[in-house]
């Protein structure tokens, strides 16, 4: 069923930091119509630190206060730790709410390797997340799938969005052993699994040892959520939107610029 312009609901995106800008850029090509709320969780950030039971509950006590105060029509979990962690625990916490997640691309991976060696690179707690090997045993099984883990490269990729000066050696020293050389074969796709790393993907490309194909699930997430958002005739913004909201209450000068640069106010 349509809904009217006037009675329309945002869109809430939700990240452990920044990286989820990357999805937030598709999905407003793709929903035009829709107003944009980016929640990021920087004072929890990084996700990777956190033990398990504790962050689950962080997570699922944080929704509980946004879907009352925002009323989405949907919620995008624009974070591969966030939802291959809680997702369940979130769409059984509010059955009416319906959650878009994000999860490692290696089912695309696989159907498009030529080699059969795809890498996955993520946080370490998407690497050990029973939901990453359970997706590479049902889609992966014929492919050697390295994982990945990278204590530091959400951070760096947080610096590097801000403009703030990251190395290249100590990038690559995160990115090296993703590239595997087996029988003759090379590693051909990389899976990007964590929406901060596009932001990196061109300075990959040039320190990666060869070409590969650095896999983006951004424009899927968004696909996704603009199936099962209700369609309005026309492409008017609504007025008042959009606007990003940040957990510690005090984004940085360099964070707010970035914002901005996003066409989002700060709120909260």
Request: charged share 25%; proline share 6%.
């Amino acid at each position: 069923m349509e809904q009217t312009r006037s009675e329309l609901k945002p869109v809430l995106v939700f990240d452990s930091g920044i990286g989820g800008l990357t999805v937030l850029r598709e999905a407003r090509v793709l929903m035009p119509e829709r107003g944009f709320i980016y929640v990021a969780d920087d004072a929890g950030f990084p996700y990777g630190s956190w033990e398990e039971e504790a962050l689950k509950a962080r997570i699922i006590a944080l929704f509980g206060d946004l879907l009352k105060t925002y009323q989405p029509e949907v919620c995008i979990i624009a974070c591969n730790t966030a939802f291959t962690l809680a997702g369940a625990d979130l769409r059984a916490a509010f059955p009416q709410m319906t959650f878009v997640g994000t999860v490692p691309a290696i089912k695309p991976a696989a159907e498009r390797t030529r080699s059969g060696l795809v890498s996955v690179l993520a946080t370490p707690g998407t690497v050990k997340r029973a939901y990453t090997r359970d997706l590479i045993q049902s889609f992966a099984s014929q492919c050697h799938v390295r994982l990945v883990g990278s204590e530091n490269l959400a951070r760096m990729a947080e610096a590097y969005i801000r403009g703030e000066t990251v190395t290249e050696a100590d990038v690559l020293a995160e990115i090296a052993p993703c590239f595997v050389e087996k029988n003759g074969a090379r590693t051909d796709i990389v899976v990007l699994a964590c929406t901060h790393y596009p932001f990196m993907a061109n300075l990959f490309r040039k320190l990666a040892p060869w070409p590969v194909d650095w896999l983006d699930p951004a424009e899927a997430i968004a696909r996704q959520a603009r199936r099962l958002v209700p369609s309005v005739p026309g492409e008017d913004h609504p007025e008042d939107f959009d606007f990003a909201v940040f957990t510690s209450g005090a984004p940085d000068f360099s964070t707010r610029r970035l914002m901005q640069g996003f066409g989002l106010d700060i709120r909260g």
